[in-house]
């Protein structure tokens, strides 16, 4: 893939171009309109606040192109802004969303470097991973174990959302190289 | 598909960690002890209560305070515990529906409430503090 060298050499660098953040900032952007998209989907566990993990597709999209830490970035800003622009700042729901956001970056994280790991199967990691983050912020803010009865049902979710997120990822990946908008920055 | 050796091999972890706690869970329902109703709340004991105990039906409901107003509770023997009505916006906990089986939950993040069963090995010998609920 012609974005490994580009990823190598940002990696060593300490300053961005422009057009890295604005590509960056774009991503930032598009993860937040998934971010809204996933709010009106009504929750398919009766957990409030536990989503499906679609902005997911970008977190995997931006693995694609930039190392960990501007993905790092795209992730917590996301994060952010989703809070802000959904009217969750700080409730629950927001810090709900942290736990499942920050987990499946790590987790994400460990397997993109990986060979043998396809984009898909980082997805379906960091798909598992994301809703037993939430799970744990839920368990963490109820200060109750309860919570993790919904954990097989979470983790056998995961499996269709990361293959959609996983599939997705591709493709957007596929035609973004394509389009050559990683060629000669 | 396009799933590589390692992709397959995550998929079949993520299943069989499923699949294993589903089967710890069924497994795990004492179905011979008595069914124990347990209310946490915020900055209130946890409250225990036999099933058997509690006040049945439409007349029985009461109301459970929480964070953001509470919710109101009802028992119905042939079904089980249910939220009629909660004060949250999403009504998350009211769309859960019954639970009759040790170990579910129905959860209520807004309110902080959370109601669970539980098999307790001797609920006589709990204590009369443990099993005693403020019913309204």
């Given amino acids: 893939m012609a974005s490994s060298n580009k990823k190598q050499a940002l990696a060593g660098k300490r300053s961005l171009s422009v057009r890295d953040i604005l590509f960056l900032s774009l991503l930032v952007a598009?993860?937040?309109?998934?971010?809204?998209?996933?709010a009106a989907i009504p929750p398919f566990i009766p957990l409030p606040g536990v989503k499906l993990g679609l902005a997911n597709i970008i977190t995997l999209t931006a693995f694609g192109f930039f190392p960990r830490r501007q993905v790092f970035l795209?992730?917590?800003l996301r994060l952010l802004l989703a809070g802000l622009v959904l009217g969750t700042f700080l409730t629950p729901a927001f810090w709900i969303s942290w736990g499942g956001g920050l987990v499946s970056f790590f987790i994400m994280a460990i397997f993109t470097g990986r060979k043998s790991v396809s984009i898909v199967g980082v997805s379906l990691a960091g798909a598992a991973a994301h809703h037993g983050g939430q799970l744990l912020m839920v368990a963490l803010l109820l200060s109750n174990t309860g919570v993790f009865y919904y954990l097989p049902w979470l983790f056998l979710s995961a499996v269709p959302v990361g293959l959609f997120t996983g599939f997705s990822a591709k493709s957007v990946i596929q035609a973004l190289s394509n389009s050559g908008i990683n060629g000669t920055i | 598909m396009g799933l590589g050796k390692t992709d397959k091999q995550i998929l079949a972890v993520i299943l069989a960690a499923a699949l294993a706690l589903l089967a710890f869970q069924y497994f795990s329902g004492h179905r011979s002890q008595e069914l124990v109703l347990e209310i946490s709340r915020p900055g209130a004991e946890r409250l225990r209560m036999p099933v058997s105990s509690l006040p049945q039906g439409e007349q029985g409901r009461w109301h459970v305070e929480g964070a953001a107003g509470g919710v109101y509770l009802s028992y119905w023997p042939d079904q089980g515990v249910h939220v009629d009505r909660a004060t949250c916006p999403d009504q998350a906990c009211v769309k859960?529906?019954?639970?009759?089986k040790a170990g579910q939950?129905?959860?209520?993040?807004?309110n902080e409430i959370i109601i669970r069963l539980i098999a307790l090995e001797d609920p006589a010998g709990q204590g009369e503090e443990e099993l005693d609920g403020v019913l309204k």
């Fill in chain 1, 30 to 38: 598009m993860s937040l309109a998934l971010s809204a998209v996933e």
């Fill in chain 1, 74 to 76: 795209v992730v917590v």
């Fill in chain 2, 96 to 100: 859960m529906g019954f639970i009759n």
């Fill in chain 2, 105 to 110: 939950s129905i959860v209520c993040v807004p």
